[in-house]
């Protein structure tokens, strides 16, 4: 087992490059079952969702070959339908992906139930209502889902209840190849659906119309190999950007789309933050007292649930009152308790918390998700004194390198075998 233990309360200063996107990843990889043909990732995250998902895809007969550390080839021309590992699948989210890619290949998946960060109930209910309206059976059956046609999947009319990531992409992938026209409306409109249409584009589906609320698609008979390059991670640069706030610290932040970051970047500014943009890159630097701000979480273009956790550190180190309201999941407040061990002056009223900010001490605390961990990371690299955070694998699902991106800047962090930490805590 092991923890980061972060020395903090210095600035963050000098460049952090930004890896491929870790939800657009995952949905390409997906979408590599596809394809009987090779496909080539580049930009590809070092991450532990990212290396499970080609164990998934390894388990089920699919040719992976690391080119280099960013770079896969994926042959799923003998992908066998229905032989995703349920100890793997049910340990990410994105496994659901495997539903519509399964679909579309075979006209039939069988794939566990998903895992991922527990935000309260994450129903699949839009998921199954999409494959139902291509003509397929769908059914969550002992722990499984189930979804077949009799005679391949054929296009449609699909309106989503509400906005869903995962449902919008689902569909898109079990309807490139389908017979005929489909149309998606009240889609996702975040940059990973698009990234994926043009990963599906690129290796021959006619998909248009990704990124707005509406996407059609005229279904191909096959799909071909391509070589794509995975966007840049928007809630990698997004962690970052508020770290270099929450440290009163100057990062500047490459490889990115500063045209993602605009929610960010324009909640620091409101906060009294100056960013700074080039064509793929931002800076970020604060020389003044954080200031109080309200957010609200919303699909893109809105201000993302995934840095919802970041931004309440800046809530709690602004002098005055902060709202921070969920509008996307159940529960993504649990993490609360642990900026409550910090001395974080705050409480949640249902969907809202209240901060009155007045600043953060170091503790031990944990990772209760992904983006929660990164949340304990900014808070600990902020306030003076040793900050221990357990849990961290939650952390390594989803940042790349996140500890030597962070050491490259001046933060003293490491990560530490529990039995390591004790001796060096016991010696203090
Ligand atoms: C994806 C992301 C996650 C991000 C989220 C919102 C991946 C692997 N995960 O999750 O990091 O926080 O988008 O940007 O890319 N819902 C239903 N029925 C459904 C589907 C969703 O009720 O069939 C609800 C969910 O419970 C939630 C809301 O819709 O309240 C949005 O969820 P969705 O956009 O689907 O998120 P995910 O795809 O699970």
Not at 75 to 88: E, F, I, N, R, V
Not at 105 to 112: A, L, M, P
Not at 376 to 386: C, E, F, Q, S
Request: hydrophobic share 45%; net charge negative; glycine share 10%.
């Amino acid at each position: 087992m092991e923890k980061i233990v972060i020395h903090g309360g210095s600035p963050l200063v000098g460049t952090i490059g930004i890896s491929g996107m870790k939800n657009a990843a995952l949905p390409i990889i997906m979408g590599c079952v596809l394809v009987k043909d090779e496909c080539i990732i580049e930009n590809l995250p070092e991450i532990h969702d990212v290396t499970v998902s080609l164990q998934i895809l390894e388990a089920m007969g699919v040719k992976i070959r690391m080119i280099d550390r960013n770079t896969v080839a994926i042959d799923a021309t003998h992908a066998q339908c229905g032989s995703s590992p349920l100890g793997l699948v049910n340990t990410i989210r994105a496994s659901y992906y495997l539903m519509g890619a399964e679909l579309g290949r075979f006209g039939r998946s069988r794939v566990g139930y998903p895992g991922g960060c527990d935000f309260g109930v994450r129903p699949i209910d839009q998921h199954l209502k999409g494959f139902r309206a291509l003509g397929a059976t769908a059914d969550i059956v002992g722990g499984y889902v189930d979804a077949s046609t009799e005679d391949g999947l054929k296009g449609s009319h699909i309106f989503f209840d509400l906005v869903s990531v995962g449902a919008t992409i689902n569909v898109m992938l079990a309807a490139c190849m389908a017979e005929g026209f489909t149309e998606i409306e009240n889609a996702a409109k975040e940059p990973h659906v698009v990234d994926l249409a043009n990963f599906l584009n690129a290796c021959g589906a006619d998909i248009k119309g990704a990124g707005t609320d509406t996407i059609r698609i005229n279904g191909v008979p096959s799909l071909h190999g391509c070589t794509y390059a995975i966007i840049p991670d928007m809630i990698e640069a997004g962690t970052y950007m508020i770290a270099a706030a929450a440290t009163h610290g100057d990062l500047t932040i490459t490889d990115v789309i500063p045209k993602h970051l605009d929610c960010v970047s324009a909640k620091l500014r409101e906060m009294g933050v100056t960013v700074e943009e080039g064509d793929d890159w931002v800076r970020v630097s604060l020389d003044r007292e954080l200031k109080p701000t309200n957010v609200k979480t919303m699909p893109y273009p809105g201000y993302p649930t995934d840095m919802q956790p970041q931004i309440s550190i800046l809530m709690c180190l602004a002098k005055g009152t902060s709202t921070l309201r969920e509008s996307v999941f159940d529960n993504r407040f649990r993490y609360i308790d642990e900026l409550l061990r910090m001395g974080a002056n705050v409480k949640v009223d249902g969907k809202t918390a209240i901060f009155q900010g007045g600043g953060l001490t170091a503790a031990r605390v944990r990772a209760v998700d992904l983006r929660a961990g990164a949340a304990m990371v900014i808070a600990g690299l902020a306030v003076a004194g040793r900050t221990e955070i357990d849990n961290i694998h939650l952390i390594e699902r989803g940042y790349d390198h996140l500890i030597e991106k962070l050491q490259a800047v001046g933060a003293m962090i490491a990560k530490m075998d529990v039995k390591e930490s004790v001796t060096i805590l016991q010696a203090e």
